[in-house]
């Protein structure tokens, strides 16, 4: 596998589930992003890790908690969702996480997510 | 004001077509620059960074003007296939980059 993989692609949960989403990066890259991208809204960064470490959390709610136990894998657990919280979930990762320097960002497929 | 803002059109351009996208970002300490292209369901994939001096790939330009705080993209011979949504992103020295919200481009027989 090349690139960033993300599993489930699709995924269907009750409010009161637990569910984890899963990727990896196959780039040798330092930084992986977490982001929710909704219907007709911009992309939203949710979490930063470089190197493992936590560099950003960008106000998100505790029902989304993230792990990173390595450079090249990613989890975001899910509990006790809010249907408001169906959406498209991207994973990305980069070189490193600072700006800058043409530092891009390559992106996983996503996992669509639904909250019933 | 927005920190990166684009028209989020629908541009409904003819093949062969001439089309330019611009993005103003609110932040003068920005760094770096990309556009980005998103087909529907798709993830975001990389089109081009923007270089102070300009750049261009193939069809493709893309010029940054910091005086005025924005950057452009310019697709010449528009083809069937670049319809997409294309996305603005911009990056100081934190570590958050912003995304604007996207252009969408139609591109039609």
């Known amino acids: 596998e090349t690139g960033v993989t993300q599993t489930p692609r699709h995924l269907v949960m009750g409010m009161t589930n637990k569910k984890s989403l899963k990727c990896e990066q196959h780039?040798?890259?330092?930084?992986m992003y977490w982001y929710k991208q909704s219907a007709k809204k911009p992309l939203e960064l949710m979490f930063v890790y470089s190197l493992e470490e936590r560099v950003e959390n960008n106000s998100v709610p505790s029902r989304f908690s993230p792990e990173c136990p390595n450079s090249s894998h990613l989890f975001l657990h899910l509990h006790t969702l809010q249907p408001e919280d169906s959406a498209l979930y991207l994973c990305?990762?980069?070189?490193?996480?600072?700006?800058?320097?043409?530092?891009?960002?390559?992106f996983g497929p996503g996992t669509r997510l639904t909250v019933l | 004001r927005k920190e990166v803002e684009q028209d989020p059109g629908p541009f409904n351009v003819p093949e062969g077509a001439t089309v330019a996208f611009n993005c103003t970002y609110s932040?003068?300490?920005?760094?770096?620059f990309f556009w980005y292209r998103q087909d529907c369901r798709k993830e975001p994939k990389l089109l081009m960074s923007v270089y102070s001096s300009g750049n261009e790939d193939g069809r493709f330009t893309a010029q940054l003007n910091r005086a005025s705080q924005y950057i452009s993209l310019l697709i010449r011979d528009s083809k069937l296939s670049d319809s997409a949504t294309y996305l603005c992103?911009?990056?100081?020295?934190?570590?958050?980059?912003?995304f604007g919200r996207g252009t969408s481009l139609i591109v039609h027989p």
């Open positions: 992103v911009v990056r100081g020295g934190s570590y958050i980059p912003t």
């Open positions: 990305a990762s980069s070189h490193s996480p600072q700006g800058d320097g043409y530092n891009e960002q390559f």
């Open positions: 780039l040798g890259h330092n930084a």
């Open positions: 932040n003068s300490a920005s760094q770096s």
